[in-house]
């Protein structure tokens, strides 16, 4: 298997509505990312970003045109394939936490253990999180941040292939933002999952090996970053 594609995204196409009134949202998109790359999809609201990442977690479907990953086209799948593609190959995190709030933090993570065949261990990886000394206490109890880890720690136990990141860092101040950057740095190098992370955050694609730049549906820029920097060095 040719790992610099283990992710297609071939001339993907995406409208809502009908008729007159039909909103062309993707027009033809195609790239592909290499396993265990970090990408970064990058555009203004409205560019199609989060359309293309629920196609990519097949939340959503194409029109027309097809995402493979590791030679596995999601339109082939049928709704019970799909699902467990989802459950045992894809994580994500989103903007809002969604943790589940009468579970504390171990639990949480827990969560997303009980849907793999080959979770991390939970206490090693809690301890990566910087999670450990509050693994008992529940979400409320949180701060922005702890439960932004939080959620990342239930996305990646499950040791995904992809994970997703829709904007994670939306709701955080600069400094909390940073350390989620850091954080999803390390799982990175450290677990070796293929990340994509959709953001209007110019400056994150510093971090990234890989930019794909969105504007109106269509991709303006395919960047492969040959000086990527450290998030923890990143400025905006």
Not at 52 to 63: P, Y
Not at 85 to 98: A, D, E, M, S
Not at 181 to 198: A, C, D, H, R
Request: aromatic content about 6%.
């Amino acid at each position: 298997m040719d790992t610099s594609k283990f992710l297609e995204i071939c001339d993907i196409r995406k409208s809502y509505g009908e008729g007159d009134s039909a909103q062309q949202v993707l027009r033809g998109m195609s790239f592909t990312v290499a396993k265990g790359e970090f990408c970064v999809i990058l555009g203004p609201s409205g560019s199609g970003k989060s359309t293309l990442l629920n196609i990519m977690g097949g939340i959503d479907s194409a029109d027309s045109g097809y995402i493979s990953i590791n030679g596995d086209k999601l339109k082939d799948m049928d709704e019970r394939a799909l699902t467990d593609y989802r459950r045992k190959h894809l994580g994500y995190v989103f903007q809002l936490y969604n943790l589940i709030p009468d579970l504390n933090v171990k639990e949480n993570v827990e969560v997303g253990a009980y849907l793999s065949d080959k979770p991390l261990d939970i206490d090693e990886l809690l301890k990566t999180l910087g999670l450990y000394e509050h693994r008992h206490k529940l979400p409320n109890q949180l701060s922005g941040g702890q439960q932004q880890r939080t959620s990342i720690g239930r996305a990646i136990v499950k040791n995904p292939d992809i994970l997703l990141c829709d904007e994670p860092t939306g709701a955080l101040d600069y400094n909390t933002s940073k350390e989620i950057l850091e954080l999803i740095e390390s799982v990175n190098q450290k677990y070796g999952n293929t990340i994509i992370m959709v953001t209007h955050n110019e400056a994150i694609q510093n971090m990234a090996d890989h930019t794909v730049k969105l504007r109106d549906g269509v991709v303006r820029k395919n960047i492969i970053n040959q000086n990527k920097i450290k998030a923890a060095e990143l400025d905006w």
